[in-house]
């Protein structure tokens, strides 16, 4: 029995479209940081991109995939995002293979925010399923049953 919360279709189709666009928010903001510098970053270099690859690619999984499986979908992003955030926090508290992160840095607040939010949505996309749409009766059908 499926036990997740029912939500009309219009509340999956935003949940879907703002998930990918954080999603994607993400991967552009690694792309972008690979592209001006990064990239010369043992480890960090590569690991953006494959954050960017796999948070575009998650970003339209999320748009396209059926109903059925958009929970599995939305898991794997929210396992990005988590991983992406706690591989921020972990470069700027600690480092992360010999790179040290600044929480002052340009990108630092977007990415954090992203992230966060992004996580959340994606959380919440994978909890819900459409509410059944009960079909709509002919309109002479209607006005027989309110007395007409």
Do not use: N
């Not at 999320?62 to 591989?87: F, K, N």
């Amino acid at each position: 029995m499926d036990r997740r919360l029912t939500v009309p279709p219009s509340v999956l189709v935003a949940g879907r479209v703002v998930g990918a666009g954080l999603l994607a928010t993400t991967a552009v903001i690694h792309l972008y940081l690979w592209d001006t510098g990064y990239r010369a970053i043992p480890w960090i270099g590569p690991l953006f991109l494959v954050q960017a690859a796999t948070g575009l690619l998650l970003c339209v999984a999320v748009l396209a995939v059926s109903q059925g499986w958009l929970s599995e979908v939305a898991l794997l992003g929210v396992l990005l995002q988590i991983g992406t955030l706690v591989g921020l926090l972990m470069s700027v508290e600690v480092g992360l293979f010999g790179f040290h992160e600044s929480p002052v840095a340009a990108l630092f607040g977007p990415s954090v925010g992203a992230e966060v939010v992004g996580t959340l949505v994606l959380a919440a996309l994978a909890a819900v399923r459409p509410r059944e749409q009960r079909p709509r009766q002919p309109a002479a059908t209607r006005e027989v049953r309110a007395g007409r």
